[in-house]
């Protein structure tokens, strides 16, 4: 079973920035797929980003590119999510979420329905 471990959520003003963690193990298979969802009180959950293990290929939502950057260590099993620019809207439970990546699966259809971490605070003061 893949297990998930998050850190770096917290408090930053508008503008400044954060940096989540998720560092998965329990993985079979050789190719996988790690990423961020969030959801916000009232809200639906909503993807961020997603990035393979197999040929670093990296997706975001598209109102986030630019300002979300999503990275591995060499290892590809501990995943960055750096956060800049900051705004109150990106107040959310940030959730990693990760499972293997067969050919025919997309990043994103991997995650979603994969192992989910606990969940991370990011709140974000105008």
């Known amino acids: 079973e893949v297990q998930l471990v998050e850190s770096g959520g917290g408090l930053v003003q508008a503008g400044g920035s954060l940096r989540l963690s998720c560092t998965a193990s329990?993985?079979?298979?050789?190719?996988?797929?790690i990423g961020w969802f969030r959801q916000a009180p009232g809200e639906e959950r909503e993807g961020v980003s997603c990035i393979s293990s197999s040929d670093g290929g990296t997706y975001y939502a598209d109102s986030l590119k630019g300002r979300f950057t999503i990275s591995s260590d060499n290892t590809k099993t501990t995943v960055y999510l750096q956060m800049n620019s900051l705004k109150p809207e990106d107040t959310a439970v940030y959730y990693c979420a990760a499972d293997s990546l067969p050919r025919d699966t997309s990043c994103w259809a991997s995650i979603l329905r994969g192992y989910w971490g606990q969940g991370t605070q990011v709140t974000v003061s105008s």
């Open positions: 329990g993985f079979t298979s050789d190719d996988y797929a």
